[in-house]
Protein backbone atom coordinates (compact mmCIF):
# COMPACT_ATOMS: atom_id res chain seq x y z
CA UNK A 1 0.00 0.00 0.00
CA UNK A 2 1.21 3.58 -0.65
CA UNK A 3 1.37 6.25 1.75
CA UNK A 4 2.60 9.68 2.00
CA UNK A 5 3.33 11.55 5.40
CA UNK A 6 4.25 15.94 5.31
CA UNK A 7 4.98 16.46 8.71
CA UNK A 8 4.27 20.07 9.44
CA UNK A 9 0.89 21.37 8.03
CA UNK A 10 2.23 24.91 8.05
CA UNK A 11 5.48 26.16 7.68
CA UNK A 12 6.91 29.67 7.50
CA UNK A 13 10.02 31.20 6.66
CA UNK A 14 11.08 34.89 5.82
CA UNK A 15 12.53 35.64 2.71
CA UNK A 16 15.60 34.56 1.61
CA UNK A 17 15.53 31.88 3.51
CA UNK A 18 16.15 28.25 2.84
CA UNK A 19 12.85 26.14 2.43
CA UNK A 20 12.61 22.80 3.75
CA UNK A 21 9.31 21.07 3.51
CA UNK A 22 9.49 16.86 4.43
CA UNK A 23 8.01 14.25 3.05
CA UNK A 24 8.10 10.68 4.25
CA UNK A 25 6.57 7.77 1.72
CA UNK A 26 5.53 4.05 2.19
CA UNK A 27 5.55 1.71 -0.52
CA UNK A 28 5.44 -2.16 -0.92
CA UNK A 29 7.53 -1.43 -4.13
CA UNK A 30 10.01 1.01 -5.87
CA UNK A 31 7.94 4.28 -6.05
CA UNK A 32 7.78 7.24 -7.98
CA UNK A 33 7.36 10.62 -6.43
CA UNK A 34 6.04 14.02 -6.52
CA UNK A 35 5.91 17.58 -5.68
CA UNK A 36 2.89 19.57 -6.51
CA UNK A 37 2.23 23.62 -5.58
CA UNK A 38 -0.88 24.50 -5.57
CA UNK A 39 -2.25 28.21 -5.59
CA UNK A 40 -4.71 30.08 -4.24
CA UNK A 41 -8.33 28.57 -6.24
CA UNK A 42 -6.03 26.78 -8.84
CA UNK A 43 -5.57 23.35 -9.94
CA UNK A 44 -1.75 21.46 -9.01
CA UNK A 45 1.51 22.01 -11.25
CA UNK A 46 3.61 20.09 -10.84
CA UNK A 47 7.10 20.92 -9.27
CA UNK A 48 9.05 18.33 -9.91
CA UNK A 49 9.50 14.44 -10.20
CA UNK A 50 11.60 11.01 -9.44
CA UNK A 51 11.62 8.06 -11.81
CA UNK A 52 14.11 6.41 -10.53
CA UNK A 53 16.73 8.22 -12.49
CA UNK A 54 19.02 10.56 -10.42
CA UNK A 55 18.12 10.70 -6.71
CA UNK A 56 18.83 14.37 -6.75
CA UNK A 57 15.90 16.11 -9.12
CA UNK A 58 16.14 19.47 -9.52
CA UNK A 59 12.57 21.08 -10.49
CA UNK A 60 10.77 24.51 -11.57
CA UNK A 61 11.30 27.48 -9.53
CA UNK A 62 14.60 26.36 -8.16
CA UNK A 63 13.34 23.77 -6.28
CA UNK A 64 14.62 20.04 -5.72
CA UNK A 65 13.76 17.50 -4.04
CA UNK A 66 16.54 14.20 -2.84
CA UNK A 67 15.25 10.38 -2.95
CA UNK A 68 16.71 8.89 -0.07
CA UNK A 69 15.41 5.13 0.18
CA UNK A 70 17.12 4.39 3.23
CA UNK A 71 15.32 6.73 4.93
CA UNK A 72 12.24 6.66 3.01
CA UNK A 73 12.36 10.14 2.58
CA UNK A 74 11.76 12.88 -0.29
CA UNK A 75 11.77 16.49 1.33
CA UNK A 76 11.60 19.46 -0.77
CA UNK A 77 14.03 22.07 -0.90
CA UNK A 78 15.23 25.88 -1.62
CA UNK A 79 18.19 28.26 -0.90
CA UNK A 80 16.72 31.21 -0.90
CA UNK A 81 12.57 31.85 -0.14
CA UNK A 82 10.84 34.25 -2.42
CA UNK A 83 7.79 36.03 -1.82
CA UNK A 84 5.67 33.80 -4.65
CA UNK A 85 6.63 30.81 -3.50
CA UNK A 86 3.67 31.00 -0.58
CA UNK A 87 1.27 28.45 -1.55
CA UNK A 88 0.02 24.95 -0.27
CA UNK A 89 2.95 22.27 -1.37
CA UNK A 90 1.42 18.38 -1.57
CA UNK A 91 4.05 15.56 -1.93
CA UNK A 92 2.44 12.52 -3.81
CA UNK A 93 3.77 8.67 -4.51
CA UNK A 94 2.28 6.42 -7.24
CA UNK A 95 3.74 2.68 -8.17
CA UNK A 96 6.15 1.57 -10.94
CA UNK A 97 3.97 -1.06 -11.71
CA UNK A 98 0.76 -1.66 -11.71
CA UNK A 99 -1.92 1.17 -10.85
CA UNK A 100 -0.53 4.49 -11.26
CA UNK A 101 -2.65 6.87 -9.49
CA UNK A 102 -1.17 9.45 -7.15
CA UNK A 103 -1.53 9.38 -3.18
CA UNK A 104 -1.25 12.84 -1.92
CA UNK A 105 -0.06 14.04 1.64
CA UNK A 106 -1.78 16.21 3.43
CA UNK A 107 -0.20 19.23 2.19
CA UNK A 108 2.28 21.75 3.79
CA UNK A 109 1.02 25.55 3.85
CA UNK A 110 4.52 27.62 3.22
CA UNK A 111 3.98 31.00 4.09
CA UNK A 112 6.85 33.55 3.45
CA UNK A 113 7.36 36.31 5.56
CA UNK A 114 9.15 39.43 3.93
CA UNK B 1 0.12 23.14 -26.28
CA UNK B 2 -3.67 23.41 -24.52
CA UNK B 3 -3.51 22.77 -21.03
CA UNK B 4 -6.36 20.83 -19.25
CA UNK B 5 -9.72 22.64 -19.10
CA UNK B 6 -12.44 21.85 -16.43
CA UNK B 7 -16.47 23.44 -16.55
CA UNK B 8 -17.79 25.19 -15.08
CA UNK B 9 -15.34 26.64 -12.39
CA UNK B 10 -17.92 26.92 -9.60
CA UNK B 11 -21.38 25.71 -9.19
CA UNK B 12 -23.94 24.68 -5.91
CA UNK B 13 -25.95 21.76 -5.96
CA UNK B 14 -28.99 20.37 -3.52
CA UNK B 15 -28.37 17.45 -1.66
CA UNK B 16 -30.09 14.45 -3.53
CA UNK B 17 -29.63 16.21 -6.98
CA UNK B 18 -27.03 14.99 -9.43
CA UNK B 19 -24.00 16.86 -11.49
CA UNK B 20 -21.77 16.46 -14.21
CA UNK B 21 -18.42 17.66 -14.66
CA UNK B 22 -16.27 18.10 -17.67
CA UNK B 23 -12.71 17.84 -18.65
CA UNK B 24 -10.36 18.26 -21.53
CA UNK B 25 -7.57 16.46 -21.52
CA UNK B 26 -4.12 18.12 -22.67
CA UNK B 27 -3.40 17.55 -25.98
CA UNK B 28 -2.02 14.01 -27.19
CA UNK B 29 -2.96 12.73 -23.53
CA UNK B 30 -4.96 9.37 -23.65
CA UNK B 31 -4.93 8.50 -19.86
CA UNK B 32 -7.76 11.29 -17.37
CA UNK B 33 -8.15 10.41 -13.98
CA UNK B 34 -10.19 12.76 -11.22
CA UNK B 35 -9.33 13.14 -8.15
CA UNK B 36 -11.33 15.35 -4.82
CA UNK B 37 -9.89 17.34 -2.59
CA UNK B 38 -11.39 18.29 0.52
CA UNK B 39 -11.09 21.71 2.18
CA UNK B 40 -7.37 21.25 3.73
CA UNK B 41 -7.00 18.00 2.36
CA UNK B 42 -5.06 16.21 -0.37
CA UNK B 43 -6.55 14.83 -3.46
CA UNK B 44 -8.09 11.39 -3.22
CA UNK B 45 -8.21 9.54 -6.17
CA UNK B 46 -11.73 8.75 -7.64
CA UNK B 47 -10.99 6.86 -10.78
CA UNK B 48 -9.00 6.51 -14.01
CA UNK B 49 -9.77 6.39 -17.54
CA UNK B 50 -7.64 4.66 -20.31
CA UNK B 51 -9.10 3.79 -23.81
CA UNK B 52 -12.42 5.02 -22.87
CA UNK B 53 -12.55 2.47 -20.13
CA UNK B 54 -12.26 2.71 -16.57
CA UNK B 55 -8.39 1.46 -15.48
CA UNK B 56 -8.59 1.59 -11.87
CA UNK B 57 -10.71 3.50 -8.87
CA UNK B 58 -10.37 4.53 -5.83
CA UNK B 59 -12.55 4.26 -2.57
CA UNK B 60 -15.55 5.72 -3.73
CA UNK B 61 -18.86 4.51 -3.74
CA UNK B 62 -20.72 3.34 -7.38
CA UNK B 63 -22.33 6.93 -7.36
CA UNK B 64 -19.12 8.24 -8.72
CA UNK B 65 -18.96 7.40 -12.37
CA UNK B 66 -17.19 8.49 -15.04
CA UNK B 67 -17.06 8.54 -18.94
CA UNK B 68 -13.93 9.09 -21.29
CA UNK B 69 -14.94 10.02 -25.01
CA UNK B 70 -12.86 9.11 -27.93
CA UNK B 71 -11.39 12.42 -28.57
CA UNK B 72 -9.96 11.81 -24.46
CA UNK B 73 -12.11 14.76 -23.67
CA UNK B 74 -14.09 12.71 -19.99
CA UNK B 75 -17.01 13.58 -17.68
CA UNK B 76 -17.58 13.07 -13.92
CA UNK B 77 -21.13 11.95 -12.53
CA UNK B 78 -21.95 11.81 -8.94
CA UNK B 79 -25.77 10.79 -8.00
CA UNK B 80 -27.75 11.40 -4.84
CA UNK B 81 -25.60 14.25 -3.86
CA UNK B 82 -24.47 14.40 0.02
CA UNK B 83 -22.98 17.25 1.89
CA UNK B 84 -20.12 15.68 2.23
CA UNK B 85 -19.43 15.28 -1.49
CA UNK B 86 -18.51 19.21 -1.83
CA UNK B 87 -14.88 19.35 -2.62
CA UNK B 88 -12.35 21.00 -5.53
CA UNK B 89 -12.64 17.89 -8.02
CA UNK B 90 -9.62 18.26 -10.22
CA UNK B 91 -8.96 16.05 -13.29
CA UNK B 92 -5.89 15.33 -14.47
CA UNK B 93 -4.52 14.13 -18.09
CA UNK B 94 -1.45 12.06 -18.84
CA UNK B 95 0.11 9.71 -21.17
CA UNK B 96 0.21 6.04 -20.19
CA UNK B 97 3.50 5.96 -19.75
CA UNK B 98 3.67 6.96 -16.17
CA UNK B 99 6.82 8.27 -16.19
CA UNK B 100 5.23 11.07 -17.45
CA UNK B 101 3.45 12.66 -14.92
CA UNK B 102 0.27 14.25 -15.20
CA UNK B 103 -1.25 17.39 -15.79
CA UNK B 104 -4.06 19.32 -13.73
CA UNK B 105 -6.74 21.34 -14.77
CA UNK B 106 -7.62 24.03 -12.36
CA UNK B 107 -10.78 22.18 -10.99
CA UNK B 108 -14.43 22.40 -10.19
CA UNK B 109 -15.14 23.79 -6.92
CA UNK B 110 -19.01 21.89 -6.13
CA UNK B 111 -20.99 22.82 -3.26
CA UNK B 112 -23.62 20.56 -1.68
CA UNK B 113 -25.83 22.09 0.34
Known amino acids: AQSVTQLGSHVSVSEGALVLLRCNYSSSVPPYLFWYVQYPNQGLQLLLK??????LVKGINGFEAEFKKSETSFHLTKPSAHMRDAAEYFC????????????FGTGTRLTVIP | ETGVTQSPTHLIKTRGQQVTLRCSSQSGHNTVSWYQQALGQGPQFIFQYYKEEENGRGNFPPRFSGLQFPNYSSELNVNALELDDSALYLC????????????FGSGTRLTVV
Open chain 1, 50 to 55: YTSAAT
Open chain 1, 92 to 103: AVSEQTGANNLF
Open chain 2, 92 to 103: ASSLVDRNYGYT
